[in-house]
Each structure stands twice: as structure tokens, then as C-alpha cells.
């Protein structure tokens, strides 16, 4: 999301710097609107924005869930060492995706 915003803020900025520079020369240059690169720049950044503030969040809801530090290899970690220890019940690995 922010490559995609980067490219077209360097994209707006750029039709700009031409625009300026054509203005301090003296020449007549056209409205910086009516060129189609105007357009595919506000859509890249505009795109761009979208994607970051999706990816951020799907960060922050990732971050907040409850069961975030729950892992299935603590699980089997677990059971592992209760089998060692004689307090286990032997399940067969199978059942543990059920």
C-alpha cells in the first residue's frame, strides 16, 4: 500500500514540477487535469491509502484477538511431557486436528 501511494504521490508531484517549470518560463502550459497521468496518479494514491489502512487494520485485529498467543505446538509440547511424566493420556495426532 504505501509503494503504491509513493508512486503516485511521485507521479502527482512530478505533472507539478513540469507545471511549474513551464509557468516560470514563460510558456503557456496546459491544465495539469486534463492529462490522463493526473488521474492515474490520484487513483494510485488513493488505492495506496486503502491498502495500508486495510493491512493496518488487519494488524491491530490480529493483535487484539485473545487466542493470539495460543499455539497448537504448545499443545503437543504439553502433552509430551505429561506422557513423560506418566499423567498424560496417550490421542493419537489425528484427533488433535478434529
Known sequence: GTIVF???LISAL???????????SGLRAPLI???PYFYIAITAMIIGT?????GFIAELIGRSSPTRNSY????L???RKDMKNGKGVKIPIDDLWK
Open 6 to 8: 509513493f508512486i503516485g
Open 14 to 24: 512530478w505533472l507539478g514540477i513540469e507545471k511549474l517549470i513551464a509557468v516560470f
Open 33 to 35: 487535469t486534463t492529462s
Open 50 to 54: 486503502q491498502l495500508f489502512l486495510t
Open 72 to 75: 497448537l505446538i504448545e499443545k
Open 77 to 79: 509440547e504439553q502433552g
